[in-house]
């Protein structure tokens, strides 16, 4: 899989203890600043973008979110995976009238738009498999996650 050239084990979350989403931004931003992955105003574009291209989805038995930013905020790609402690709220991507909880995130980080293609594709596609999601989300420990992805 593609995606998993992208994901840095240092960005894998679980159970985060975070609030609400912004808090989640922060901390995320803050992580991936210090690992020299984006720009200052990474945190900034995220929530910017956020607000006017919401990212929650909701599928039949549970929600994601794959929020990101434009690819100026982008020094070095990467996908983080957060398991946040308790589900978050986010809009949804197709009614921004509606919230859901969500209980994995995927936070991309992509500079390249051939990147982005294929690894939204890819995501599409592992989000749609019920038992992946589970597993990911009931996960203990970073490891466990990248193990699920590297067999998916």
């Known amino acids: 899989m593609e995606i998993n050239n992208y994901i840095k084990k240092e960005l894998i979350k679980v159970n ?18 210090k690992h020299g992955y ?11 973008r956020e607000d006017v291209f919401p990212t929650g989805i909701k599928l039949e038995n549970y ?13 070095e790609q990467f996908i983080a995976i957060i398991v946040p402690e308790k589900p978050i709220t986010f809009k ?3 009614d921004e009238t509606q919230e859901e ?27 749609q498999e019920e038992e992946v999601v589970k597993k990911i989300i009931s996960s203990k420990d970073v490891n466990e996650i990248k193990s699920i992805l590297e067999a998916s």
Do not use: W
């Open 16 to 33: 985060l203890p975070c609030k609400n989403r912004n808090e989640l931004f922060q901390m995320m931003h803050d992580e991936a600043f």
């Open 38 to 48: 984006v720009e200052r105003d990474f945190l900034e574009g995220l929530l910017s």
């Open 63 to 75: 929600s994601v979110a794959i929020p990101h930013t434009e690819a100026e905020y982008i020094k």
């Open 92 to 94: 949804l991507m197709d």
């Open 101 to 127: 909880e969500v209980n994995l995130i995927f936070m991309l980080g992509l500079n390249k738009p051939h990147s982005q293609l294929e690894v939204l594709k890819e995501l599409m596609g592992l989000i």
